[in-house]
Every structure is written in structure tokens, then in C-alpha cells.
């Protein structure tokens, strides 16, 4: 969407795909390459994103300090890098880690442990089984079911 | 950091906790609720997370074309909500789901799937068990491994 807003060394052939929203940002979410965890979500301008490329570890920009953040530089609580991948959009960055203790500040493990909200749940009217596309005649079906 | 730029239902004593950004909105991710997989980041606004709350389908706000626009809608891959939950700054929002089908409108399960980039990959310099809070002691040696 814009231009890079900090000097970045990324590998131009990636910043060229990017779609950075109006602060240069990209939602980065951090998932716990082995039990699957969604862990955090945080931020990552073209910078942030080379670091976490190029150390083995997870670097993200701070909207509130405006700096960058080595992820448990103070806290202990590093994220080592298992892979990275960017999402069809080119506006969202997936890291899977190895978490050290608690991702989240508050010292639970994930930011998403605390606030459960209360939901509907969702039940699929059939047995389509995960990862098996529905035909157009069931999902008529589907679009008219609760 | 904004109110909420359109009208919605939803419960005002969530909506009192909500940090959206300068267009009233937070990140969603949609998350598999039982292989874990991360399926697809989009957009919600106050109504969108509260028709995902109430009807057991995923509600977002398309950016592009500036409405609601329920997953799978058009395509039958919907996702069936399992869970919803805040982050501990109220500012993204994990949705667990059962998704029909691809997540990606590509026809990939996952929108993360295509775009893999060369990483390196970081290796924790000893075995604290996932879950486990590294010590203080501890954290001072990791901050200077690589």
C-alpha cells in the first residue's frame, strides 16, 4: 500500500510484494511451530522483517515506543524462528517459533488465554471433512443453514 | 484508540475494551480449532465481531469493498465458529473454527500456504520445555546466544 517508512535492508524482491497498511505495518502472528499455539500478534515493517529473517529470532517494530523489539530481550522469553511465510495478500506474516516460557507479558503463555468471549457455536450441517472443498450445490445448502 | 465508525450491536461492555485502529478495526485470525492450523488474517469492526459472536459464522469487514462480508458466503468455504477470543491488549481477536474447505481465496487450505521465505532458523540453546518460564539466570544467557 506504501513505501517502506524506515531504511530497511530487506531483499528487495520481497519488499517489492509487500502491502504495508498507512504506518508501514504488517500483522504479525507468532504460532508455536509445534503444538500450534497462536501465541501474539504484533507488528513488522520491512526492517523488522529482515531481522526476523536473517537471526533466528523474532524482531517486531513497537507502535507505542516506536523502536524495535527483539521479542524477550528483557523478559527471557525469546521466539526462535522455524519458518516464515507471508500470506496471499502479502499484507500479513505468519512466524512459527520456539516460545521460551510465556509469550505474553501478562506471563500467560498466549495474549489470547485471558479474555474468552462468549460465542455461538458453529456446527457444519454435514460431515464435509476439513480440507475437502464443498461443491456449489452444498454450499447453497450451507448458506441457508444456521 | 477510536470509537467505533459504524453502528453496531455489540455488547458495550466489550465494545468499552476494544483498541481499534484509525479505521475502527482490529485483526482477525481464523484458526483451525482442531489441527491448529492458522487458515487467514482479516479484518473485524465492532458489528463483525458481533454477528461472528452471534450467529456461529464468521463475520468480517472488507476493506476493499467496504462492507460485511460473511466467509464463505459466495464460495460455501465457511467457517463455523468454535471460540473467540482478545488479546491481552483487546486490539486482535483469535477465532477458532471449523473451516469448510480452503480458507484462501486462491483455493490453497491456508492463505500462509504459497509464500514460504528463506529463513534462518533459530535453535533454543538448551531444552526448557515449551510452557515453562525461563528463569531470570537464564534469560541473561539466552539474550546472548545466537
Given at each position: 500500500m506504501t513505501d517502506a517508512v524506515r531504511p530497511a535492508?530487506?531483499?528487495?524482491?520481497?519488499?517489492a510484494r509487500l502491502k504495508r497498511d498507512a504506518n508501514g505495518l504488517m500483522a504479525a502472528i507468532a504460532q508455536q511451530y509445534?503444538?500450534?499455539?497462536?501465541?501474539m500478534v504484533a507488528?513488522?515493517?520491512?526492517?523488522?522483517?529482515?531481522r526476523t529473517l536473517t537471526t533466528?529470532?523474532?524482531t517486531y517494530w513497537s507502535?507505542?515506543?516506536?523502536?524495535y523489539w527483539v521479542k524477550g530481550e528483557t523478559s527471557g522469553h525469546?521466539?526462535?524462528?522455524?519458518s516464515v511465510a507471508l500470506d496471499c495478500d502479502a499484507d500479513a506474516i505468519l512466524v512459527k517459533v520456539d516460545q521460551v516460557g510465556a509469550a505474553c507479558h501478562t506471563g500467560d503463555r498466549t495474549c489470547f488465554d485471558a479474555d474468552v468471549l462468549d460465542a455461538v457455536v458453529g456446527e457444519r450441517p454435514d460431515a464435509v471433512p476439513?480440507?475437502?472443498a464443498a461443491g456449489p450445490g452444498r454450499a447453497a445448502g450451507q448458506g441457508q443453514a444456521g
Open positions: 535492508q530487506l531483499d528487495p524482491k520481497i519488499a509445534d503444538t500450534g499455539e497462536v501465541l507488528w513488522m515493517d520491512d526492517e523488522a522483517l529482515h533466528g529470532r523474532c507502535r507505542s515506543r516506536q523502536e525469546l521466539q526462535y524462528v522455524k476439513a480440507g475437502q
